[in-house]
């Protein structure tokens, strides 16, 4: 039995047994489709935007961001570390 590998600060543990590398590559598969890669985020926020969150300035991207799209939407939950609706593109 392989041992399960730990990533980050071990709060995930990815082992091949009990489905979790599959669960992994479609979390993957959904950020693809949604465009949440570093190119997509630099196309939704911008360049102005982009570089103010190296600066810890929200404001710009939380305005680049208020279309409400999959991308958008992935930028203020994980990015911004904003609550989000998540029946929103459910109901689309």
């Known amino acids: 039995m392989e041992r399960p590998r ?14 979790s590398m599959e669960k992994l590559e479609n979390l993957r598969e959904a950020l693809i489709k949604a465009d ?10 911008g360049p102005l935007a982009y570089a103010a969150l190296a600066r810890s300035e929200s404001v ?3 305005r680049a961001t208020a279309g ?21 593109h459910y109901r689309t």
């Open 6 to 19: 730990t990533f980050g600060s071990g709060a995930l543990q990815v082992s091949r047994d009990n489905g």
């Open 60 to 62: 710009p991207a939380l």
């Open 36 to 45: 949440y890669t570093v190119d997509g985020v630099l196309e939704v926020l």
């Open 68 to 88: 409400g799209s999959p991308v958008e939407t992935l930028i203020r939950l994980f990015l911004l570390q904003q609550a989000v609706d998540h029946f929103r």
